[in-house]
Protein backbone atom coordinates (compact mmCIF):
# COMPACT_ATOMS: atom_id res chain seq x y z
CA UNK A 1 0.00 0.00 0.00
CA UNK A 2 1.49 3.45 -0.84
CA UNK A 3 0.08 6.96 0.66
CA UNK A 4 -1.77 9.42 -1.37
CA UNK A 5 1.64 11.67 -0.12
CA UNK A 6 3.37 9.46 -2.16
CA UNK A 7 2.01 9.64 -5.33
CA UNK A 8 1.70 13.60 -4.88
CA UNK A 9 5.42 14.25 -4.55
CA UNK A 10 6.59 11.55 -7.14
CA UNK A 11 4.09 12.62 -9.54
CA UNK A 12 5.40 16.47 -8.83
CA UNK A 13 8.81 15.61 -9.21
CA UNK A 14 8.19 13.77 -12.67
CA UNK A 15 6.02 16.57 -13.81
CA UNK A 16 9.04 19.33 -12.52
CA UNK A 17 12.19 16.91 -14.63
CA UNK A 18 9.86 16.40 -17.89
CA UNK A 19 9.37 20.52 -17.84
CA UNK A 20 6.02 20.73 -17.37
CA UNK A 21 4.82 24.37 -16.50
CA UNK A 22 1.24 23.40 -14.71
CA UNK A 23 2.69 20.82 -12.76
CA UNK A 24 0.98 21.29 -10.12
CA UNK A 25 -2.55 21.51 -11.60
CA UNK A 26 -1.97 18.49 -13.82
CA UNK A 27 -0.76 16.68 -10.82
CA UNK A 28 -4.39 17.73 -9.56
CA UNK A 29 -6.22 16.89 -12.41
CA UNK A 30 -4.81 13.33 -13.24
CA UNK A 31 -5.12 12.26 -9.52
CA UNK A 32 -8.17 13.54 -7.83
CA UNK A 33 -9.87 12.68 -11.76
CA UNK A 34 -8.37 8.85 -11.18
CA UNK A 35 -9.27 8.74 -7.35
CA UNK A 36 -12.59 10.42 -7.83
CA UNK A 37 -11.32 12.65 -5.31
CA UNK A 38 -12.02 16.47 -5.44
CA UNK A 39 -8.78 18.55 -6.25
CA UNK A 40 -9.30 20.05 -2.40
CA UNK A 41 -9.05 16.44 -1.07
CA UNK A 42 -5.88 15.75 -3.12
CA UNK A 43 -4.85 19.05 -1.49
CA UNK A 44 -5.23 18.55 2.27
CA UNK A 45 -5.12 14.75 2.55
CA UNK A 46 -1.88 12.98 3.00
CA UNK A 47 -2.34 9.84 4.94
CA UNK A 48 -5.20 8.25 2.54
CA UNK A 49 -3.65 4.87 1.68
CA UNK A 50 -3.93 3.79 -2.30
CA UNK A 51 -4.26 0.20 -3.62
CA UNK A 52 -1.01 -1.40 -5.49
CA UNK A 53 -3.46 -1.72 -8.59
CA UNK A 54 -4.29 1.89 -7.98
CA UNK A 55 -1.17 2.84 -7.69
CA UNK A 56 0.13 1.42 -10.60
CA UNK A 57 -2.75 3.06 -12.59
CA UNK A 58 -1.83 6.28 -12.06
CA UNK A 59 1.65 6.09 -13.04
CA UNK A 60 0.65 4.58 -16.28
CA UNK A 61 -1.18 7.82 -16.55
CA UNK A 62 1.97 9.71 -15.22
CA UNK A 63 3.99 8.11 -18.07
CA UNK A 64 1.96 9.24 -21.03
CA UNK A 65 1.89 12.63 -19.85
CA UNK A 66 5.36 13.07 -19.59
CA UNK A 67 5.97 11.19 -23.03
CA UNK A 68 3.83 14.43 -24.17
CA UNK A 69 0.11 12.98 -24.60
CA UNK A 70 -2.63 16.17 -23.05
CA UNK A 71 -3.84 15.82 -19.76
CA UNK A 72 -7.21 15.82 -21.54
CA UNK A 73 -6.82 13.19 -23.51
CA UNK A 74 -5.45 10.71 -21.05
CA UNK A 75 -8.62 11.64 -18.94
CA UNK A 76 -11.09 11.77 -21.43
CA UNK A 77 -12.59 14.93 -21.12
CA UNK A 78 -12.13 18.53 -21.49
CA UNK A 79 -14.30 21.27 -19.67
CA UNK A 80 -15.47 23.74 -21.89
CA UNK A 81 -17.46 26.54 -20.21
CA UNK A 82 -17.21 25.16 -16.85
CA UNK A 83 -18.78 21.81 -18.22
CA UNK A 84 -17.09 18.77 -19.38
CA UNK A 85 -16.70 17.49 -22.98
CA UNK A 86 -15.73 14.24 -23.91
CA UNK A 87 -12.57 14.04 -26.13
CA UNK A 88 -10.53 11.54 -27.59
CA UNK A 89 -7.44 11.17 -30.02
CA UNK A 90 -10.04 11.78 -32.85
CA UNK A 91 -11.03 15.64 -32.18
CA UNK A 92 -9.27 18.78 -31.35
CA UNK A 93 -8.85 19.65 -27.59
CA UNK A 94 -11.40 22.56 -27.23
CA UNK A 95 -9.24 25.63 -26.07
CA UNK A 96 -10.54 27.99 -23.64
CA UNK A 97 -10.25 31.24 -26.41
CA UNK A 98 -13.12 29.34 -28.48
CA UNK A 99 -15.03 29.55 -25.18
CA UNK A 100 -15.57 33.28 -26.72
CA UNK A 101 -17.33 32.76 -29.72
CA UNK A 102 -20.56 31.62 -28.01
CA UNK A 103 -20.49 35.15 -26.73
CA UNK A 104 -19.56 36.90 -29.61
CA UNK A 105 -22.25 35.14 -31.20
CA UNK A 106 -24.69 36.09 -28.31
CA UNK A 107 -23.41 39.72 -28.60
CA UNK A 108 -23.71 39.90 -32.60
CA UNK A 109 -26.74 38.21 -33.14
CA UNK A 110 -29.29 40.89 -34.47
CA UNK A 111 -32.29 40.84 -31.78
CA UNK A 112 -35.93 40.59 -32.49
CA UNK A 113 -34.76 37.87 -35.60
CA UNK A 114 -37.89 35.46 -35.99
CA UNK A 115 -37.32 32.72 -33.92
CA UNK A 116 -36.34 29.01 -35.77
CA UNK A 117 -33.00 30.23 -37.47
CA UNK A 118 -30.41 27.43 -39.03
CA UNK A 119 -27.00 27.95 -37.29
CA UNK A 120 -24.53 25.58 -38.61
CA UNK A 121 -21.06 24.65 -37.17
CA UNK A 122 -18.34 23.84 -39.33
CA UNK A 123 -15.67 21.58 -38.67
CA UNK A 124 -17.62 20.50 -34.94
CA UNK A 125 -14.83 18.40 -33.66
CA UNK A 126 -16.09 17.50 -29.96
CA UNK A 127 -19.47 19.92 -30.71
CA UNK A 128 -18.53 21.79 -28.00
CA UNK A 129 -19.65 25.23 -30.28
CA UNK A 130 -22.65 23.25 -31.63
CA UNK A 131 -24.18 21.95 -28.39
CA UNK A 132 -23.32 25.76 -26.51
CA UNK A 133 -25.44 27.49 -28.92
CA UNK A 134 -28.13 25.05 -28.79
CA UNK A 135 -27.88 25.38 -24.78
CA UNK A 136 -28.01 29.19 -24.85
CA UNK A 137 -30.55 29.25 -27.80
CA UNK A 138 -32.97 26.16 -27.46
CA UNK A 139 -35.10 28.65 -30.54
CA UNK A 140 -32.43 27.68 -33.26
CA UNK A 141 -32.00 24.73 -35.29
CA UNK A 142 -28.33 23.79 -34.94
CA UNK A 143 -26.58 22.08 -37.71
CA UNK A 144 -22.66 20.58 -37.54
CA UNK A 145 -20.94 19.24 -39.95
CA UNK A 146 -17.62 17.49 -39.87
CA UNK A 147 -15.18 15.83 -42.59
CA UNK A 148 -14.19 13.05 -39.91
CA UNK A 149 -16.60 10.31 -38.87
CA UNK A 150 -14.52 9.66 -35.58
CA UNK A 151 -14.97 13.17 -34.18
CA UNK A 152 -18.90 12.86 -35.35
CA UNK A 153 -19.21 9.80 -33.17
CA UNK A 154 -17.45 11.85 -30.08
CA UNK A 155 -19.84 15.30 -31.25
CA UNK A 156 -22.70 12.83 -30.50
CA UNK A 157 -21.95 11.16 -27.36
CA UNK A 158 -21.42 14.94 -26.24
CA UNK A 159 -24.90 15.78 -27.67
CA UNK A 160 -26.59 13.25 -26.00
CA UNK A 161 -24.44 13.37 -22.50
CA UNK A 162 -26.03 17.53 -22.58
CA UNK A 163 -29.43 16.10 -24.00
CA UNK A 164 -29.10 18.86 -26.64
CA UNK A 165 -30.94 17.81 -30.70
CA UNK A 166 -28.23 19.03 -32.99
CA UNK A 167 -28.19 17.67 -36.89
CA UNK A 168 -25.29 16.08 -37.66
CA UNK A 169 -23.72 15.35 -40.96
CA UNK A 170 -20.56 13.61 -42.28
CA UNK A 171 -19.52 16.22 -44.65
CA UNK A 172 -16.75 18.15 -45.98
CA UNK A 173 -17.86 21.79 -46.45
CA UNK A 174 -16.31 21.84 -50.27
CA UNK A 175 -18.91 18.77 -50.52
CA UNK A 176 -21.73 20.50 -48.03
CA UNK A 177 -24.92 20.86 -49.80
CA UNK A 178 -26.52 21.89 -46.66
CA UNK A 179 -28.22 25.43 -47.09
CA UNK A 180 -30.72 28.11 -46.11
CA UNK A 181 -28.44 28.50 -42.63
CA UNK A 182 -28.45 31.77 -40.63
CA UNK A 183 -26.08 31.98 -38.62
CA UNK A 184 -22.42 30.36 -39.21
CA UNK A 185 -19.72 29.79 -36.53
CA UNK A 186 -16.05 27.98 -37.55
CA UNK A 187 -12.98 26.99 -35.75
CA UNK A 188 -11.39 25.84 -38.74
CA UNK A 189 -8.22 24.30 -39.61
CA UNK A 190 -5.99 27.27 -39.40
CA UNK A 191 -2.26 26.24 -39.05
CA UNK A 192 -0.39 26.45 -42.39
CA UNK A 193 1.16 23.19 -43.34
CA UNK A 194 4.87 24.85 -43.37
CA UNK A 195 4.45 25.05 -40.03
CA UNK A 196 2.80 21.71 -38.77
CA UNK A 197 6.37 20.24 -38.70
CA UNK A 198 7.63 22.52 -35.53
CA UNK A 199 4.62 22.14 -33.48
CA UNK A 200 4.83 21.32 -29.92
CA UNK A 201 4.74 17.83 -28.67
CA UNK A 202 1.40 18.06 -27.36
CA UNK A 203 -0.54 19.17 -30.52
CA UNK A 204 1.62 15.89 -32.55
CA UNK A 205 -1.21 13.89 -30.36
CA UNK A 206 -4.07 15.92 -31.71
CA UNK A 207 -5.68 14.97 -35.51
CA UNK A 208 -3.65 16.94 -38.46
CA UNK A 209 -6.97 17.35 -40.10
CA UNK A 210 -7.75 19.37 -37.52
CA UNK A 211 -4.70 21.63 -37.17
CA UNK A 212 -4.15 21.55 -41.63
CA UNK A 213 -5.01 25.03 -43.35
CA UNK A 214 -3.07 24.59 -46.28
CA UNK A 215 -0.53 26.21 -47.41
CA UNK A 216 -1.30 29.59 -46.44
CA UNK A 217 -3.85 28.68 -43.53
CA UNK A 218 -7.08 29.62 -45.19
CA UNK A 219 -7.60 26.56 -47.09
CA UNK A 220 -10.85 25.58 -44.98
CA UNK A 221 -12.00 29.56 -44.43
CA UNK A 222 -11.85 30.24 -48.26
CA UNK A 223 -13.67 26.78 -48.81
CA UNK A 224 -16.48 28.29 -46.19
CA UNK A 225 -16.78 31.64 -47.73
CA UNK A 226 -16.71 29.51 -50.97
CA UNK A 227 -19.70 27.46 -50.18
CA UNK A 228 -21.73 29.67 -48.68
CA UNK A 229 -21.45 32.09 -51.73
CA UNK A 230 -22.29 28.93 -54.39
CA UNK A 231 -24.63 27.01 -52.37
CA UNK A 232 -26.08 28.99 -49.06
CA UNK A 233 -26.25 31.64 -51.30
CA UNK A 234 -25.14 34.15 -48.88
CA UNK A 235 -27.93 33.94 -46.92
CA UNK A 236 -25.61 34.14 -43.63
CA UNK A 237 -26.56 37.19 -41.51
CA UNK A 238 -23.24 36.59 -39.46
CA UNK A 239 -20.53 34.78 -39.83
CA UNK A 240 -18.09 33.91 -37.15
CA UNK A 241 -14.46 32.24 -37.53
CA UNK A 242 -11.65 31.88 -35.18
CA UNK A 243 -8.60 32.30 -36.73
CA UNK A 244 -4.75 32.18 -36.13
CA UNK A 245 -3.70 36.13 -35.23
CA UNK A 246 -0.82 35.63 -37.74
CA UNK A 247 -3.21 35.18 -40.98
CA UNK A 248 -5.43 37.79 -39.65
CA UNK A 249 -4.60 40.14 -42.93
CA UNK A 250 -5.11 37.55 -45.48
CA UNK A 251 -8.46 36.09 -43.85
CA UNK A 252 -9.66 39.88 -44.19
CA UNK A 253 -8.56 40.18 -47.67
CA UNK A 254 -10.15 37.19 -48.65
CA UNK A 255 -13.94 37.94 -46.32
CA UNK A 256 -13.41 41.30 -48.48
CA UNK A 257 -13.53 39.69 -51.56
CA UNK A 258 -16.62 37.68 -50.83
CA UNK A 259 -18.58 40.37 -48.88
CA UNK A 260 -17.64 43.98 -50.23
CA UNK A 261 -20.59 45.66 -49.17
CA UNK A 262 -20.83 43.75 -45.54
CA UNK A 263 -19.30 44.80 -42.00
CA UNK A 264 -16.15 42.90 -41.49
CA UNK A 265 -14.56 42.61 -37.84
CA UNK A 266 -11.51 41.55 -35.99
CA UNK A 267 -12.19 40.70 -32.44
CA UNK A 268 -9.29 40.09 -29.65
CA UNK A 269 -9.32 37.11 -27.20
CA UNK A 270 -8.55 37.10 -23.55
CA UNK A 271 -4.30 37.59 -24.44
CA UNK A 272 -5.87 40.60 -26.67
CA UNK A 273 -4.57 38.53 -30.15
CA UNK A 274 -6.50 38.61 -32.53
CA UNK A 275 -8.45 36.01 -32.60
CA UNK A 276 -12.06 35.68 -34.54
CA UNK A 277 -13.25 37.73 -37.51
CA UNK A 278 -17.01 38.57 -37.48
CA UNK A 279 -19.13 39.47 -41.04
CA UNK A 280 -22.35 41.10 -40.81
C1 LIG B 1 -9.79 23.12 -35.23
S1 LIG B 1 -10.89 21.73 -35.19
C2 LIG B 1 -12.26 22.47 -34.33
C3 LIG B 1 -13.05 21.52 -33.49
C4 LIG B 1 -14.11 22.17 -32.60
N1 LIG B 1 -15.05 22.95 -33.39
C5 LIG B 1 -13.46 23.05 -31.55
O1 LIG B 1 -13.50 24.28 -31.70
O2 LIG B 1 -12.90 22.53 -30.59
C6 LIG B 1 -11.41 21.67 -36.88
C7 LIG B 1 -12.36 20.56 -37.26
O3 LIG B 1 -12.65 20.71 -38.66
C8 LIG B 1 -12.73 19.44 -39.27
N2 LIG B 1 -12.42 19.63 -40.71
C9 LIG B 1 -11.20 19.70 -41.29
N3 LIG B 1 -11.32 19.92 -42.61
C10 LIG B 1 -12.66 20.00 -42.88
C11 LIG B 1 -13.43 20.21 -44.05
N4 LIG B 1 -12.84 20.42 -45.24
N5 LIG B 1 -14.77 20.22 -43.95
C12 LIG B 1 -15.38 20.02 -42.75
N6 LIG B 1 -14.71 19.79 -41.60
C13 LIG B 1 -13.36 19.80 -41.65
C14 LIG B 1 -11.72 18.59 -38.51
O4 LIG B 1 -12.03 17.22 -38.63
C15 LIG B 1 -11.86 19.14 -37.08
O5 LIG B 1 -12.79 18.40 -36.34
Redesign the pocket.
Known sequence: MKTLNEIKNYTINKFREAGLINYQEEMLMIISHSMSLSKIDILTESNIKISTDKYSEIKGKIKRRILGEPTAQILGFRNFLDEKYIVDKN??I??FE?EEIIDLFKINKKVNEKEGFNCL??????G??AINIKKKFPEINVSA????KK?LVVATKNAIEKKVNINFFH????NCNLSNINYIL????YIRTSKLKNLSKDLTYE?I???DGGKDGTK?IN?IFNWENQINKNNASLIIL?IDPEIKDRVISLAKSYYPKNKIKIHKDLNYLDRFISIT
Do not use: C
Open positions: VLPRTDIGTGSVIIDISATSIESNPPPIALISE
